[in-house]
């Protein structure tokens, strides 16, 4: 299990996971597995907690409300990349949390995905500067308006590489 906490908007990420939390066996490289994501506020403190599970040990009937299926890449010396799926299911997640610390994490995460053109973003006369204003993936009809943060650029590109950690 991994932990990532947030103070007054900095963020602490530690490295993913490489084994599988229910029976410890590491995971070879290539090999699929089931991440999951809790995620935890008390006061101006955000934890993330993932936990990754082998494909034998995951159950899906009891399976949180955030998780993805990944799988570690191959030992190549490549460049990281993000699993899209995995960061589009986070969003998913994150949607429908009304607490204000979660804002900063979501507004981050939909930043990749309009990014990577997995998020449509409206254009709205008469928003806030920097609100996002994007189509709701569950209904594409709607609209979700997703305030902007107050954070410097180089605070939401730190942001976004450690969340690059998180679901590498």
Known sequence: MTETTARGGEWRIAETGKRCVGCRVPFAFEQSFFSQ????????????????WCESCWTESEAPSIFWKTRRPAADGSE???????????????????????????????LILQRKRLLKAVRTAGTARGDLVVK???DLEKRL??????????????????LGNILG
Do not use: M, W
């Open 37 to 52: 994501l809790e995620v935890d506020s008390t006061d101006d403190v955000i934890t993330l907690n993932r936990k990754d």
């Open 136 to 138: 709701d993936p569950r």
């Open 145 to 162: 308006r997703l305030p902007s943060p107050d954070l410097s650029e180089e605070s939401l590109e730190n942001l976004k590489e450690q």
């Open 80 to 110: 990281s990349h993000v699993d899209l799926a995995a960061l589009n299911q986070l969003f998913l997640g994150l949607i429908e949390d009304t607490r204000p610390e979660i804002e900063t994490l979501r507004y981050v995460v939909a």
